[in-house]
């Protein structure tokens, strides 16, 4: 049982490349959330999809955009990287949005502009 | 908007040692308030909730009660053992959030044997 799957684990990007984040679950979720994570910033929402067919903006979107490309895979692209989006991040997956049930989270892409 | 404050780490207890790390919200609504782990090298996982005032939650020997007086959920746990060495975060989740889950920055806890 995976629950949710992301790719690459580790991943070092010139500044101006590109490149996109994998992330699939297997429990049937609706609801996928994009966070990242930074030293004593806590964990942050890029981009949430509380359903199929639907993406919405969390508290950092800038210099990224998101897929989900069906129930269960949701994607992340840095378009042009830049050094602040040196991060750690984390996909997560919940049957119904936020706290209503159990959010899941991947293991993280640790990412490295340089 | 929403938010939630934890107290700063790193904390570092020996074994057995009393736990207690505290955590306030500001929220919107009434929110359900939750206490994710994350254990070294992994990802986030759910360690208890609480959906309302003076529920409890409570979960591998970790307690935290929800208090809509003070607005808090502090996490306790009477005998901390190397094992539970992690990152804490609190979080909640209310319309003001769209449901979404709202963190804290996370409290680093060492357990020294």
């Known amino acids: 049982n995976a629950g949710v799957t992301q790719t690459p684990k580790f991943q070092v990007l010139k500044t101006g490349q590109s490149m996109t984040l994998q992330c699939a679950q297997d429990?049937?979720?609706?609801?996928m959330y994009w966070y990242r994570q930074d030293p004593g910033m806590g964990l942050r929402l890029i981009y949430y999809?509380?359903?199929?067919?639907?993406?919405d903006k969390g508290e950092v979107p800038n210099g990224y955009n998101v897929s989900r490309l069906n129930k269960r895979e949701f994607s992340l692209r840095l378009e042009s990287a830049a050094p602040s989006q040196t991060s750690v991040y984390f996909c997560?997956?919940?049957?119904?949005?936020?706290?209503?049930?159990?959010?899941?989270f991947g293991q993280g892409t640790r990412l490295t502009v340089v | 908007g929403d938010s939630v404050t934890q107290m700063e780490g790193p904390v570092t207890l020996s074994e057995e040692a009393f736990l207690t790390i505290n955590c306030t919200y500001t929220?919107?609504?009434?929110?359900?308030l939750f206490w994710y782990v994350q254990y070294p090298g992994e990802g986030l996982q759910l360690l208890l909730k609480?959906?309302?005032?003076?529920d409890k939650g409570s979960n591998k020997g970790f307690e935290a009660t929800y208090r809509k007086e003070t607005t808090s959920f502090h996490l306790e746990k009477g005998s901390v053992q190397v094992s539970d060495s992690a990152v804490y975060f609190c979080?909640?989740?209310?319309?003001?959030?769209?449901?979404?889950?709202?963190f804290g920055k996370g409290t680093k806890l060492s357990v020294k044997p």
């Open positions: 997560a997956s919940s049957e119904f949005p936020g706290g209503i049930t159990e959010a899941f």
């Open positions: 429990m049937n979720h609706n609801s």
């Open positions: 999809s509380a359903s199929e067919g639907t993406t």
């Open positions: 979080a909640l989740s209310d319309r003001g959030s769209q449901g979404n889950l709202i």
């Open positions: 609480a959906t309302k005032a003076d």
């Open positions: 929220a919107t609504g009434y929110p359900s």
